[in-house]
């Protein structure tokens, strides 16, 4: 299963996991798959400088394998206090509901994000990560140049071909293709591409065709068949994160991974409610309730911050009503099982496809 | 490339023409197909008992091979006096750019709806047609007893797996499963699944290991990488549309073809504007006008009818602006040539990936 993706990243198997945030890539996680021959990536899109590098030296004490960083670009928001008012008088029921206090909300400021961006890729460089991908955009010509200065291998996400190919003029090494099957957020970033919901069957063949670096594809991408049809498609490789969310060593809460294992395909649908970005996940009573207001929230990340301790009561409470249960559209494969099984599983079953 | 529907239905290759409805599925579009060894369909929804059969027997002079006839299974429907006059309040502008006088419209009925439906089906009984496709529903216990009694091959349309498990109940021989891809009319009949959009990727494994009946994959498939992706991925073969769509044979009128050739995988957008049921095409002008109001408008077929002379007049004028221009989301993928030298092409793609 070698190719120019598992010859670069020096790969067994051209499987990447995908760098879910908020807590759900674990060193256990991150390590068990690079030890596996696969890539493990930590997502570090809310993680602060030194969490972030506390973590990388913990997995490198784990495995002495190459691993990778996802950062989230930042980019211009604002939002009025109207609108954070607006968006807290929404919010109240739910708050009451969890006996949340009122509490002091920073919201957050795009100068302070992008300080924090420059600090995570000091990081990156620092801690000498030799991959390292993009989410919500694509980083600014001088820290593309830093970093491949060093050797870092960069990869941009794009959920239309049109964005592919910004990937691609902008340096990156590789490019991330998200379908409409994917769980968690839209890492769309071009205005146009914002609401475009692609299936990987139509994205992968037209990015393959529009571009030359290796094409990586993702969402709903669970087992040996779709690894096999990413490749038929064009696709080098794969990235995986519903599949590596409920695996025993993935961060997610036990109430997560129990929604994801009991969800059939038509219950995972698109929300804005929790972040103020398009995301996929579990259908459950917040976003019922948020329905026909999600379009009226503050833009991200301002409603991901004031929905913040809702969600965290939520977990807690081990009530998945005002969780972002996110999970890609196929729910129905997800397995309870080591990241280490996954990988031998979908390896094998490729190989049985590919010996037919 | 032989499987169970090749054997089933006595096709070289596991290739369905979609029966795409109003005028694209000409004799000599289905006799080509179903004379290069695929399987060529009549698309019959919204023709007349009598209009199919002279295209049945037009057909029959052309190929001695096999193919089918798709219907859409009626349900009923209602709209009131108030809706009709909103909706003809917003189409007013179209008509008076379009220079199109005002005309009496005859608002479709249920009961009409399905006294036609019930001499399609008389016809394809007695034009002893081998393979009959059923879109927005599945037909009565009553219907299907009846069709099988005489040998003939049925086939459902579902957008979700729960869809497919009904259509392998309700004595379906075989399902299309329809990706969020598919261009022109969603099939999904289930209240849940009338928004449900799953991507191929995740809608065809978890299909496939729902239900003990042929997959056939529908949505985005243009070319040999997709057909291997599709089997791969479990389905026993594919149905093509868009592909199809732009082939010299179609009936599509020039402007829909140049509309579909010329468009970007993102200017593929659903819309609800032109029929009062959710499909997917090219975006126009009529679309974006469209936008904000298309949720208000009648259902299916009340809005249909209401847009058809709109419709007709903006294509006979050569002006793609108030045409429903329908296109999966590969139209990057799509050419111009003959129905037999795409399959030709289909198919030599997908044995060279066989032999990978």
């Known amino acids: 299963m070698r190719n120019e993706l598992t010859d670069r990243l020096g790969l067994e198997y051209p499987i990447i996991q995908a760098p ?3 807590g759900v890539t674990t060193s ?3 390590a068990a798959v690079s030890n596996k021959g696969a890539l493990g990536m930590i997502g570090a899109g809310y993680m602060s400088p030194s969490g972030l590098r506390d973590q990388i030296r913990d997995i490198k004490k784990r495995t002495s394998n190459l691993f990778g960083i996802n950062l989230f670009v930042p980019s211009p928001f604002s939002s009025t206090q109207e609108d954070i008012q607006h968006a807290q008088e929404l919010l109240k029921p739910f708050r009451t509901q969890l006996k949340l206090e009122e509490q002091e909300i920073n919201i957050p400021d795009c100068e302070q994000e992008a300080e924090t961006f420059a600090q995570l890729i000091d990081i990156v460089l620092e801690e000498k990560i030799g991959v390292c991908s993009f989410t919500f955009g694509l980083p600014s010509g001088e820290v593309i140049k830093r970093l491949k200065a060093h050797g870092v291998v960069l990869i941009g996400t794009a959920a239309t071909v049109r964005e592919a190919i910004e990937a691609e003029r902008s340096g990156m ?5 998200q379908g409409c099957e994917a769980g968690g957020h839209r890492g769309a970033f071009l205005p146009d591409a914002k609401e475009s919901m692609i299936g990987l069957m139509s994205l992968i063949p037209q990015a ?3 571009i030359e670096i290796p094409v990586i594809a993702a969402g709903g991408i669970m087992d040996g068949r779709a690894l096999m049809a990413a490749r038929c498609l064009g696709a080098k490789g794969v990235m995986m994160g519903t599949a590596f969310l409920t695996c025993s060593e993935s961060g997610a809460s036990s109430v997560h991974k129990k929604a994801v294992l009991e969800a059939r395909e038509d ?8 972040s103020g970005k398009w995301a996929r996940g579990v259908h459950n009573r917040f976003i019922e309730e948020m329905k026909h207001s999600q379009l009226d929230v503050p833009v991200f990340p301002v409603q991901n911050t004031l929905t913040k301790a809702i969600r965290s009561a939520s977990s807690s409470q ?3 009503d005002c969780m972002s249960l996110w999970s890609g559209q196929s729910p129905m494969l997800a397995k309870e099982q080591t990241a280490a099984q996954l ?3 979908v390896t094998e079953q490729a190989q049985r496809i590919l010996n037919w």
């Open 343 to 345: 990988i031998d599983s």
């Open 267 to 274: 219950e995972i649908v698109m929300t804005r409610a929790f």
């Open 20 to 22: 879910m945030a908020g």
């Open 173 to 177: 090494d590789m490019v991330v293709v």
């Open 28 to 30: 256990e996680l991150v």
């Open 208 to 210: 393959v065709d529009s």
């Open 318 to 320: 081990g009530n998945p």
